[in-house]
Every structure is written in structure tokens, then in C-alpha cells.
């Protein structure tokens, strides 16, 4: 029987990054095929779904997705009640910058933010906190200057091939960049709460 819910985790962990990233590519095709504003409509009704299939699957809603996806649905509820495809190419900008804010602010103040993020998944030592905090504010500022520039000089094509891909490629960076700070920092000999 435990062998049956080790393989049920393992499918619902490879099929964790799936559920997180189709409503991103969801928006890209919609709106390669029907524009932003049809896409911005699917990239809301995705997330939300998602986030349903997360609950579904864990019985709990990680602090990031449920951010992420009040988020989508107030910049995405704005482009379409305005008609203004502005407020979703801000969200990226103003989001990431709002985290990376935080996440400085609460290091500064000796929080260690990382662990109230990912405390439960991942044990580290007090420096690893530290460091992983230091690679995510990294995260957070780069893809918000990355998304501004982008919003601001490429067209809205463009942009959401952006947003699809190369905010997704900066994530995927900055991922790499975390696992050897999490490997040498593991703090294997703490149990997990």
C-alpha cells in the first residue's frame, strides 16, 4: 500500500510543473490565435482551474499559487473590464517587484521569509535561508525590469512570447542557480515540521 502512494506522489510531483505552467501556455496560444484579450480571459479561468487541480491533488494551496493567481485575476479583471491590455503586461512588473520588495524588507528585519515560504518542503540551515532569500530577490528584481523593458518597447505579440517564455526561462535560471545552495545547505539532521 505505501508503494502505491510513494508512485501517486511521484506522478502528482512530475506533473506539478504541468498544472503551474498550463495557463501560461494556454494564454500564449489563445492569443496567437485570438488575441490578448481572449487570452487574458483563458490565462484567468487556466488559473483558477489550476489552482482547483493543486487543491485537488495536495489538499492545500501553496502561498505562491494562491498569490499568484488572486494576482492574475485582479490584472487580468482589469484588461478586460478597461479594455486595456496595459494592466496585464504591468502584472509581471508590479508583482515581482511587490515580492522582491517583501522578501528584502523581511530579510533585512532578520525574518528569514524563505522559510515561511518553503519551510514545510525544504530543510536548510539558517545561512542557506539566507542565501536562498538573496537568489530569489535576485529572481524577483530581474524579472521585473526584464518584464518592463519588454512591455515598453516590444509589441503585444511579442510581449506575451515573452511572458510565455522568457520570464519562464529567468524562473528556470534562478531554479538551477537555488539547487546547489540547497544541497550544500541541506539540514538533513532537522525534522520536518
Not at 494564454?27 to 490565462?43: D, E, K, Q
Request: glycine letters at 8%; hydrophobic letters at 55%.
Amino acid at each position: 500500500m505505501a508503494e502505491i502512494s510513494n508512485s501517486n506522489d511521484v506522478k502528482t510531483k512530475s506533473s506539478r510543473p504541468l498544472i503551474e505552467f498550463a495557463p501560461l501556455f494556454l494564454f500564449f496560444g489563445t492569443n496567437y490565435f485570438a488575441g490578448i484579450f481572449w487570452g487574458t480571459s483563458v490565462l484567468i479561468v487556466a488559473t483558477i482551474i489550476s489552482l482547483g487541480i493543486i487543491w485537488h491533488l495536495d489538499r492545500r494551496i501553496p502561498m505562491m499559487a494562491a498569490l499568484g493567481c488572486v494576482a492574475v485575476a485582479f490584472f487580468g479583471g482589469l484588461t478586460l473590464f478597461f479594455e486595456d491590455e496595459f494592466f496585464i503586461k504591468i502584472k509581471p512588473t508590479v508583482i515581482s517587484g511587490l515580492f522582491a520588495l517583501v522578501l528584502l524588507g523581511a530579510q533585512l528585519l532578520g525574518k528569514q521569509p524563505m522559510r515561511a515560504i518553503l519551510g514545510k518542503q525544504v530543510s536548510l540551515s539558517s545561512a542557506g535561508w539566507n542565501y536562498l532569500c538573496i537568489v530569489w530577490i535576485a529572481m524577483f528584481a530581474v524579472t521585473a525590469i526584464a518584464n518592463e523593458i519588454a512591455w515598453r518597447f516590444l509589441s503585444t505579440d511579442a510581449w506575451v512570447t515573452f511572458k510565455a517564455f522568457g520570464l519562464t526561462g529567468i524562473s528556470l535560471v534562478f531554479a538551477v542557480i537555488s539547487v546547489p545552495i540547497m544541497t550544500k545547505f541541506s539540514d538533513e539532521d532537522k525534522p520536518s515540521s
